[in-house]
């Protein structure tokens, strides 16, 4: 008895400071998202814009109300980065205290569960803050007329609610778990393989990993856009059809590769990924 009690207290004690210390971890990484995602919003919100409203990102309107929804993107890019990176590092402590010699394949299991994670927290929060940057106006027009305005976080939560209840508040989650899952394992595996600079690493870790979900991160969108414009929803499947029959259309291989490049934001979407995750990479083990 006196053993099993002294198990408990050994138990309890690691448990305080293991949430101590991820509390500790998670305050570094959400000062570092929050810092992020300020100086990065208007780039957000034009990129999406861009998708909902089929235009070319650098278009004039895209960027009038440069840090309209701001508050919805500072609870979910903050959060996405204060949860992040600490889950990464909790769960390659975990992975290797189960697998010691597991290599690469611990790596590559820590960056899976960092990313379903992720996703499964921040699911209602995305589905928010899409909602407030694409909601339009109310008038009988209202499946017509597009615009930049968005409307407040209530009355965003509040029409999403009413389109499909709380299920409606994981609209894409499918989309979200597998691109995160994706992006999770390469972008452990690859900061790992890469012997440079630290920042820069992380930086070009985080931009090939985009790469490589980006046909996700495409149907996601899609989705996130078909609900600000209350249309139907397209699934993963449908969505990725429709991307290739929109490339085969076009009849040249240059119209081809532009097509492809701009939907897969493979330029503009790339590069947000790489500098944002390379600074709040290096603003996360500045304050750590």
């Given amino acids: 008895k006196k053993k099993t009690n002294l198990f408990l207290l050994f138990f309890i004690l690691y448990i305080l400071y293991s949430s101590r210390m991820f509390l500790y971890l998670f305050s570094a990484g959400f000062v570092s998202g929050l810092l992020v995602t300020i100086l990065f919003h208007p780039y957000d919100r034009a990129l999406f814009l861009s998708v909902r409203l089929r235009r070319p990102f650098l278009t004039r309107s895209h960027w009038r109300q440069p840090f309209d929804g701001l508050l919805a993107t500072l ?5 996405s980065a204060g949860l992040y990176l600490p889950l990464e590092d909790g769960a390659r402590i975990m992975v290797n205290s189960i697998f010691p010699n597991g290599g690469r394949v611990a790596t590559i299991l820590a ?3 960092a990313g379903i994670l992720n996703a499964l927290c921040l699911a209602p929060v995305a589905a928010v803050k899409y909602r407030t940057w694409g909601s339009d106006n109310d008038s009988a027009e209202k499946k017509k007329a597009i615009t930049t305005k968005s409307h407040g976080l209530n009355y965003s939560a509040n029409q999403l609610y ?3 209840g709380l299920s409606a508040f994981f609209i894409g989650l499918p989309a979200t778990l597998l691109r995160d899952m994706i992006f999770g394992a390469a972008f452990a595996l ?10 820069l690493g992380d930086a070009l870790a985080a931009g090939l990993a985009a790469v490589a979900c980006s046909p996700l991160e ?5 989705q996130f856009a078909a609900v600000a414009n209350d249309d139907s929803i397209p699934s993963i499947p449908t969505s990725l059809l429709h991307f290739i029959s929109e490339i085969n259309k076009r009849p040249t291989i240059s119209d081809k590769w532009r097509y492809f490049t701009t939907r897969l934001f493979l330029g503009w979407g790339t590069f947000r990924v790489a500098a944002s995750m390379g600074l709040t990479a290096l603003c996360y083990e500045a304050l750590r």
């Fill in 75 to 79: 609870a979910s890019r903050s959060l």
């Fill in 218 to 222: 495409y149907a996601r969108n899609r």
């Fill in 111 to 113: 960056g899976n569960t």
């Fill in 162 to 164: 009413r389109r499909g």
């Fill in 190 to 199: 690859l900061r790992r393989e890469f012997n440079w600079p630290h920042s």
